[in-house]
């Protein structure tokens, strides 16, 4: 058996943000290994966030971010389980990288159900002209028009966009990991992107 030290504990400690009792255990299973060990937090992490999906978020903060130059803002609504969490640093963290995000990467609503139907209808339109440019068969330009509708989901919903500060991950996942770091529910509930002359 592995001697597990402060050291790693430490170690494991800053890497995760996770407390000293988590990755003293996680690493005894991980028999002393650092990626294994980071891994099976992050599974224990998500599993934790999975539980709390359900519970009720009444209390949060309204973070305002304006971007050098103040010609872009953004406003946004991040709601968690008491108002402890709402003061935590870490939360703060969240929020502020959540409206940097929204910034830089201009979503246009939340999830597929918050974009515009007619902004969907246009990108069908032009999708469909594409595909019968390109000379595809009439017959599958519906279901290829369709794969690229939920991949422009994808692109515009804040929730599946790639993080623009680690594009391995999406918005969601980012927020699971909060989750499981802050150990409460946390939502983003609402945003408004402002940019002068738009």
Known sequence: MVEISA???????????????????????????????????????????????GRSTSEGLIYSYIHTGAKLGVLLEVNCESDFVAKNEGFETFAKNIAMHIAAANPAGLIPEDVDPAVIEKEREIFRAQMLEEGKPENIIDKIVEGKVEKFYKDVCLMSQQYVKDPQKTITDVLKETIAKIGENIQIKRFVRFQIGE
């Open 7 to 53: 050291a790693m504990v430490k170690e494991l400690r800053e890497a995760t943000g996770s407390g000293i009792m988590d990755c003293k255990r996680v690493l005894a299973e991980a028999e002393g290994d650092m990626s294994t060990a980071v891994d099976l937090l992050r599974k224990k992490g998500l599993a934790k966030a999975a539980k709390r999906a």
